[in-house]
Every structure is written in structure tokens, then in C-alpha cells.
């Protein structure tokens, strides 16, 4: 399934070319040093997302949110309380188990998406991932984590695609809804991020906003019920990340602003079909 047509791969390319010249900053750049002890990309990436609070909080909101429901509620409050315990048991030093129940959890959002959506929810992880490793691919020329990242989640693709093939829907879900989740953890080596995360918070914000800006002038004064839902999630995601810079809460500004972007970049991609 990966490959873009010329034209939407010449469109996402120069939208977040102006995201990048705006702001200084790259949407799917570093993020601050807070949160679980940093474990090496590879592997034990997956791990990462397990034991995160942020990114996991986020993983289920952002779903929840998108099909306006609540993320306290039915099988998004299941999958919370499945993150939870995935945190409870690495502390506990049982990463096996925390590994276990957090995959728990995805399969449970990826049912989720699939009884509200059916296979095009699926369909919408796949060009999702697919979008997210377009904007890998620069970034990974200069910095080698990325690189690695844009590999695993290369694998996590290829594995969903096998799963798709073989008829498992949930666990091609749980396999995207992974990769994901492995972007919101990513990291590169700036000290400045460590340095000033509030700094890092606000450019992630900015580039957030400028990219959903040059998306909104690229689809043009009619575009169809599906990019208006897509760009109404991007927007309101940038809404959430600036209240969580004015609380200080500067991982979730940033894990936030890069969901922004992942957003606006589905609305771009449904523009052009």
C-alpha cells in the first residue's frame, strides 16, 4: 500500500516545507526529557509507548475525539485502564506484562475503530502511518534516531499489511495504532530541547498552526465532509496543545501539535482524491 501519487506527495512536501521555514522547527522533531527513563529506539521502542502516560492519554483521546466521544467512556476508559496497568507493571519491573497490556489496549481501540468505521477506519490508520513516514523521510537524512524510528515503523506498516491481507483488521489496527504512538515518543539529540522545553513546546505549536493554516488554503473555500471532519480534529487538537502550553504541560503541547499535523496531512491527502 506505501506510495504517493506525484501530486499529493508534491503538495504534503511543500505544506511542510512552510511549516518548517514558519517556525524553525520540525513537527515531527525532539521532544523534552520528561517521563519515563529514555529507552533506546529499536525494540524496545515499543516498550516506550507502553509505559508513556502522555502518549498513551493521547493515543486514546485522540480516537476518542474523533468520533466526538468521550474518552472516559466504553472501550476508550478499557484501553486507559489497560495503559495504566501496562505503567503500573514496568514499574513493577514486569515489562513482559506491561508489553502484553498494552497491546491489549490498542486491539481494543482498533475494534473500536472498526465497529464505527468499519475497514475504512482502517483504511484511515493505513494512509495515517503512510503520511507519517513521507515526513520521516527527510528527517531521517540528517538524524540517525530518526532513521531508526522511520525503519520500525516502516516494519510496524509492513506487519499491518500482512495482518490486512491475512483478514485480521484488528491486529493491522493494533500494529498502526502502535507506530503512532512510537512518533508521539520520538526524540532526536537536541540539547536545546532538554534545555528549554517550553521553547520546544511553543515552536511545536507554531508548526502545528502554520501547517494547518496552508492546508486550509490548499483545499480550497468548498472542500468535502470528510476533509472538513479531518481539518475540525486537526484544529481542535491545536486548541488543546495551546491550553496545555499555558499549564505547562509541555509533552503533551508537543505530542499534541504533531497529532495537529498528522491530521491536517489526512485532510490534504482526502482533497486530492
Known amino acids: 500500500?506505501?506510495?504517493?501519487?506525484?501530486?499529493?506527495?508534491?503538495?504534503?512536501?511543500?505544506?511542510?516545507?512552510?511549516?518548517?521555514?514558519?517556525c524553525g522547527d520540525d513537527p515531527a522533531g525532539p521532544e523534552t526529557d520528561e517521563g519515563p527513563t529514555d529507552i533506546a529506539i529499536t525494540a524496545d521502542l515499543d516498550l516506550q509507548v507502553a509505559v508513556d502516560e502522555v502518549v498513551a492519554?493521547?493515543?486514546v483521546e485522540d480516537v476518542a475525539l474523533f468520533f466526538d466521544e468521550h474518552p472516559s467512556t466504553g472501550p476508550w476508559a478499557e484501553a486507559r485502564e489497560l495503559f495504566r496497568q501496562a505503567r503500573e507493571a514496568w514499574l513493577n519491573g514486569d515489562?513482559?506484562?506491561?508489553?502484553?497490556?498494552?497491546?491489549?489496549?490498542?486491539?481494543?481501540?482498533?475494534?473500536?475503530?472498526?465497529?464505527?468505521?468499519?475497514?475504512?477506519?482502517?483504511?484511515?490508520?493505513?494512509?495515517?502511518?503512510?503520511?507519517?513516514?513521507?515526513?520521516?523521510?527527510?528527517?531521517?537524512?540528517?538524524?540517525?534516531?530518526?532513521?531508526?524510528?522511520?525503519?520500525?515503523?516502516?516494519?510496524?506498516?509492513?506487519?499491518?499489511?500482512?495482518?490486512?491481507?491475512?483478514?485480521?483488521?484488528?491486529?493491522?489496527g493494533e500494529r498502526l495504532l502502535l507506530a503512532l504512538g512510537m512518533a508521539d515518543r520520538?526524540?532526536?539529540?537536541?540539547?536545546?530541547?532538554?534545555?528549554?522545553?517550553?521553547?520546544?513546546?511553543?515552536?511545536?505549536?507554531?508548526?502545528?498552526t502554520i501547517i494547518f493554516d496552508r492546508v486550509e488554503e490548499e483545499v480550497g473555500s468548498e472542500p468535502g465532509p470528510e476533509v472538513v471532519h479531518a481539518l475540525g480534529h486537526a484544529s481542535e487538537l491545536i486548541r488543546r496543545a495551546n491550553?496545555?502550553?499555558?499549564?505547562?504541560a509541555y509533552r503533551r503541547a508537543i505530542v499534541l501539535s504533531r497529532r495537529s499535523v498528522g491530521w491536517s496531512f489526512r485532510a490534504l491527502r482526502l482533497s486530492l482524491l
Not at 500500500?1 to 506525484?6: D, L, Q
Not at 532513521?147 to 484488528?170: C, H, K, M, Q, S
Not at 526524540?187 to 508548526?207: K, L
Request: glycine content about 10%; overall charge negative; proline content about 1%.
Open 186 to 208: 520520538m526524540r532526536h539529540r537536541h540539547e536545546d530541547a532538554r534545555r528549554n522545553p517550553q521553547a520546544h513546546a511553543e515552536a511545536a505549536v507554531a508548526a502545528a
Open 95 to 172: 515489562t513482559e506484562l506491561a508489553a502484553e497490556l498494552a497491546m491489549e489496549g490498542r486491539l481494543i481501540l482498533s475494534q473500536a475503530i472498526i465497529d464505527r468505521q468499519g475497514e475504512e477506519g482502517i483504511d484511515a490508520l493505513f494512509d495515517r502511518v503512510e503520511d507519517l513516514l513521507l515526513r520521516l523521510d527527510g528527517a531521517s537524512d540528517e538524524y540517525e534516531r530518526l532513521a531508526d524510528l522511520a525503519e520500525r515503523i516502516g516494519e510496524l506498516f509492513d506487519e499491518a499489511t500482512v495482518l490486512r491481507n491475512d483478514g485480521d483488521l484488528v491486529g493491522a
Open 1 to 22: 500500500m506505501r506510495g504517493h501519487s506525484g501530486n499529493w506527495k508534491g503538495a504534503a512536501v511543500a505544506v511542510l516545507v512552510a511549516g518548517l521555514v514558519g
Open 243 to 248: 491550553i496545555a502550553l499555558e499549564n505547562q
Open 57 to 59: 492519554d493521547i493515543i
